[in-house]
């Protein structure tokens, strides 16, 4: 071999013998042994930059802060602390895309803790002993009930292969199993991986993980899968991958914090395992990049580390995830980005995991039969993308209040729009749980419904209530963007009030839109490109789009307001038709071969619980992270919008958002929809009947007026005939029946529409008997609004 072709030997000889180096130097500052203690990561304390000017000026400061000594005392994690923001800043690079620009950390103090109350909590120091040493309690007696000794060891302990056995590689490890899985499990086993969840949602919230830290993603994401919760998992493993993406490209805007973590992390784990790791690059099956800027230290080992154990469990955990959740388009195209990077870095090995997703995708597809949809099993690109997850209050949500308790509040709230009107608990059917095959009768749930408080007479406005928490989809129609009103004509007198921001043109149909606007939401959203996502969407996609721009818009207004999104008093008492569904029949999720290739098994590992929420990957994982960024809120940093939070407001807006067709009536603009949506919390708690008391109007504000008469009855059989229409007001004490569907419609046709909002058939009064009476006649179309579907039986 001629000393040009040793080239290549000689300088990856010489990238591992200067990691080697720059190793020992490293274990020397940390004055560690082979076996190392786990020590809690440090985190930069490098403030984002933020906004200075119009228009959208940045500057960089870097903020340092001495970490103080805890004083020993237990002090309880706040209830309702919100989390530190961390701004990101977007910058042009070289695809077009806008990122923030990388901040390198090379010192890294402990990271403050920062309530929402504005005053600094001493930061953590960066040591922790094990559970079974106490000779450091001080270090964590803040947080107590937080355990970071032995979940840090979990996350120090993720391994993907024992790379020197290609036989383990070939198969890949397994997913840790509850001990009964496929069975009814332990709640011992439920409680503790609850507690684990809650603990690293605390850690990530006070700053003793950093969000940057890639392992603890993927244990995170391990543990939602065990708990049932594959929607979950898959948002943390796309973080994850976010993330070891970064790491792999310097010039991405999370860069420098992942890399800094990951210089922190791999000195804790045993000497012996890093050496070995580094010698399989050069002995083994291929050699490490030599591409690297100068001065940066542990490259090597970050890259061994990222690639070989990060990455492919990243992969593994999305594309499983999303397979179970039924968003097969997307399972398949990153469990083959998998088996590609697996390809490329193992030469040639393959993971089973991710061969049995591409198997259990093209299973799956196979079996959908519908007349108006048939996918060819290669077309992987036409593959559904919308699957059902569970819909609950998570058991870690402190935020969801107990609305019964809270009655005097929102009583509050309901006499400022809606005078002549109250808020009681009454019983409605759980239509959600209900199951008309093996339930002799339809189970009762204790709700809140709206009641009169005098007699109403017939035509009377009753209620009138605005909203900020508005969403269109159409990016050139002339709306307000505050309350989604049409903008009057350009030749009409009210012209001359619309105003619009100086920043960013946005336009509002009067001042106080505008004032209301800057107070609430729109400094978030301000010349940030935010009107390009979601706008001009296909007519089939028109729906999601709404949710998930009302989402963005709630994330705006929980930025600007300085509080968590679910204290935003236009959702906060909004019930998500949320299914208490009780822990002792939760079946532990299995993970085999059997069950990753068997589309019948997919359905397992949401632990056998009734799922009725939509979720798809693109609107429930990538978009909100997204919108996140083009906020400059960091989606690892800023633990006020994970991804539970946000399918908790999913939730709560299916069902309860009014939604219309935008163009002004006469005006000749034609109607296209839906698509202007809104939340209006105090309409929303009027519970549905298909014979209601009242009609609904919403323009500028939405009202309900009191309707001169009842709705025609339609039946046939013995009875035969119509059945008379009752008379127009409400009494005293008489509750408000609001309408979420065409209400001229035949009862199947009814019941069909509403199912989404009600959680299952509607069983007021007139539907039971209409469908006793075998209907066949319905009524011309409705020319009112009606509720967008999928919500809650009372709202």
């Known amino acids: 071999m001629s000393p040009l072709d040793m080239d290549p030997y000689q300088k990856s000889l010489e990238d591992v013998d200067a990691a080697l180096k720059r190793l020992n130097a490293t274990l020397a500052s940390y004055k560690m042994s082979s076996t190392t203690k786990p020590a809690v990561p440090d985190s930069s304390n490098t403030q984002r930059p933020v906004s200075t000017s119009a228009p959208k000026a940045r500057t960089t400061q870097k903020v340092k802060t001495e970490a103080k000594e805890i004083p020993v ?63 450091h309690v001080e270090s964590i007696s803040e947080h107590p009930q937080a355990r970071p000794g032995r979940l840090w060891q979990e996350v120090l302990q993720v391994r ?69 919760y594959p929607d979950l998992a898959a948002g943390e493993a796309y973080k994850a991958l976010m993330l070891c993406d970064s790491v792999r490209d310097s010039a991405d805007i999370y860069h420098g914090d992942v890399v800094a973590q990951l210089h922190q992390l791999i000195p804790q784990i045993p000497l012996v395992e890093r050496i070995r790791q580094l010698k399989l690059d050069v002995e083994g099956e291929k050699a490490p990049p030599t591409s690297r800027a100068p001065g940066e230290d542990m490259d090597v080992e970050v890259d061994v580390w990222c690639r070989y154990h990060y990455l492919p469990w990243a992969y593994r955990l999305l594309s499983a995830s999303l397979m179970f959740c039924a968003c097969l388009k997307s399972a398949c195209y990153y469990a083959r980005m998998g088996m590609e990077n697996l390809e490329k870095s193992m030469e040639g090995q393959r993971d089973s995991w991710l061969d049995d997703v591409i198997t259990g995708c093209h299973s799956a597809v196979q079996q959908i039969q519908h007349p108006e949809y048939v996918v060819l099993p290669g077309d992987e690109k036409n593959f559904p ?42 019983e409605l059917p759980a239509l959600a749980v209900y199951d008309d095959e093996d339930d ?15 007699d109403i007479a017939p035509g009377e406005i009753i209620l009138s209530e605005t909203s900020v928490l508005t969403a269109n989809n159409k990016l050139q129609d002339s709306l307000c963007d505050a309350c989604n009103a049409d903008l009057p004509a350009l030749d009409s007198p009210a012209a001359s009030e619309v105003r619009e921001c100086d920043q960013c043109e946005t336009v509002f149909c009067n001042a106080a839109c505008l004032e209301k606007a800057e107070a609430t939401y729109h400094r978030a959203t301000c010349g940030n490109d935010l009107d390009v996502l979601l706008r001009d969407v296909p007519p ?57 290739v068997d589309p019948d098994e997919h359905d397992k590992a949401h632990g056998d619980i009734v799922r009725t929420l939509p979720w798809s990957f693109e609107h429930n994982v990538r978009l909100p992270i997204q919108i996140l960024e083009r ?21 709560k807006f299916r069902g309860t958002a009014s939604a219309r067709l935008s163009g002004q009536k006469g005006s000749g603009t034609r109607a296209r929809g839906p698509e202007v949506s809104a939340v209006h ?57 609001n309408h979420y569907c065409d209400i001229e419609l035949p009862v199947r046709e009814r019941r069909e529409w509403a199912s989404g909002a009600l959680g299952g058939d509607c069983q007021c009064e007139r539907c039971v008997w209409e469908e006793r009476h075998e209907v066949g006649a319905g009524g011309e179309d409705s020319e009112e609004g009606s509720n967008d579907d999928d919500g809650s039986d009372e709202q």
């Open 160 to 228: 993907f292969c024992d790379r020197s056995s290609n036989e383990i590689m070939l198969h890949g490890p397994g997913l840790a199993e509850m001990k009964k899985a496929g069975q009814e499990a332990d709640l011992e086993d439920i409680e503790r991986l609850l507690e684990d969840i809650t603990s690293m949602h605390e850690t990530f919230a006070h700053g003793i993980y950093d969000g940057y830290v890639i392992p603890s993603r993927i244990v995170l994401s391990q543990k939602y899968l065990q708990l049932g």
């Open 385 to 426: 993308e919308l699957g059902m997850v569970r819909r609950e209050v998570y058991p870690w949500n402190e935020w969801e209040p107990d609305r019964l308790e809270e009655l005097p509040e929102i009583n509050a709230m309901m006499a400022e729009v809606a005078p002549k009107l109250e808020v009681r608990a009454t």
């Open 540 to 596: 089939e996609e028109a729906a999601e789009s709404l949710y998930t721009l009302l989402l963005m818009r709630a994330i705006a207004m929980a930025d600007v307001q300085d509080c968590h999104p679910l204290e935003l008093d236009e959702v906060r008492y909004i019930w998500g038709d949320f299914i208490d569904e009780p822990w002792q029949d939760f079946v532990a999720p299995k993970f085999s071969h059997e069950s990753r």
């Open 631 to 651: 906020m400059e809120i960091d989606p690892f940093g800023e633990t006020n919008y994970d991804l539970w939070v946000c399918n908790t407001l999913f939730a």
């Open 73 to 135: 005392k237990p002090t309880p994690v706040p209830k309702r602390d919100a989390a530190p923001k961390t701004k990101v800043v977007p910058q042009a690079n070289g695809n077009g895309n806008h990122h923030a620009a990388p901040i390198p950390s090379p010192a890294l103090p402990p990271k403050p803790i920062q309530p929402s109350n504005g005053h600094v909590v001493p930061a953590i120091p960066s040591t922790v002993a094990p559970d079974n040493d106490r000779s």
């Open 681 to 737: 919390p105090m309409w929303c708690l009027a519970n549905h009947s298909c014979d209601p008391n009242v009609t609904w109007e919403w323009g500028t504000n939405i009202e309900l007026k009191v309707r001169g008469e009842g709705v025609q009855w339609h039946g046939k059989g013995e009875e035969g005939g119509v059945r008379l229409k009752r008379e127009g007001g409400i009494k005293k004490g008489e509750e408000i029946l």
């Open 440 to 454: 002799e009768e339809i189970p009762m749930c204790t709700q809140l419904g709206v009641f009169a408080k005098e």
